[in-house]
């Protein structure tokens, strides 16, 4: 049984005009996922890039990777992602155990993450698993024009307000039975904490893409 991962990149982006291609470092965006899917091929058996868009598939092609042609209906803005990690397991012979999705938005990750992340999976023989961080910052909502704090009590130090987690969007493990089930993340997930500065990096706008370069840059200094 294998674990695979899956890269989905679709071709379309409004507020960053083909963000997933764009060169971060030298490379295309995409490529720092699959090329973190390939460091990690002690886990990782196969690798697919799930893809709407051919100079997309051509260049994920290029880096040696398994391209599966997304549906046009898989590939709008309004349909989930796990729509088509399903139509690449249904797409595909191998028989698949765990799938592990990384997002072309998230080009930065740690490099023993996966490692450790899929050695948790595993010991808490969970159905999956997603990376999360802690938020330091005081939330609360507003209502009619007045500020109601949600973690805190007004005048709390910062250090003692209750723990919130985000998901970062780093790295997800699921059991392939769950993604065919249309579900990533279960009720019985496991999150896996990374306090790193590139869990803050997601990338949808000009501002998120130049902040990922810096974090880039002062990483291989």
């Known amino acids: ?8 990149v679709r071709g379309g982006s409004k507020r960053l005009p083909n963000k997933n291609i764009i060169p971060l470092g030298g490379l295309p965006l995409m490529a720092h996922s699959i090329l973190f899917a ?6 990782i058996d196969e690798i697919y890039v799930s893809t709407d868009d051919q100079n997309i598939k051509e260049m994920a092609l290029q880096y040696g990777v398994k391209v599966i042609d997304r549906p046009e209906q898989f ?7 796990v729509t088509s990690l399903k139509h ?5 012979e191998e028989e698949v155990e765990n799938v592990v999705l990384l997002q072309a938005t998230n080009p930065l990750r740690p490099n023993n993450l996966l490692t450790e992340a899929f050695d948790y999976f595993q010991k808490n023989n969970s159905d999956s698993l997603f ?10 909502k507003i209502i009619d024009n007045t500020f109601i704090p949600f973690n805190y009590n007004i005048g709390q130090r910062s ?13 997800y493990i699921s059991k392939a039975t ?3 089930n249309e579900i990533i993340i279960s009720e019985k997930a496991i999150p896996f904490e990374v306090n790193h500065p590139f869990a803050y990096v997601d990338i949808d706008t000009q501002e998120d893409f130049d902040y990922a370069l810096y974090l880039f840059f002062k990483s291989i200094h």
């Open 178 to 180: 769950l993604i065919l």
């Open 75 to 81: 590939a709008s803005d309004l349909a989930p992602t």
């Open 88 to 92: 690449v397991l249904e797409s595909i």
């Open 159 to 171: 250090q003692d307000i209750e723990p919130l987690y985000f998901e970062n969007g780093l790295l």
């Open 1 to 8: 049984m294998k674990t695979i991962a899956i890269i989905p």
């Open 131 to 140: 990376t999360v961080t802690r938020n330091h910052q005081k939330l609360g």
């Open 38 to 43: 390939q460091m990690n091929n002690a886990i």
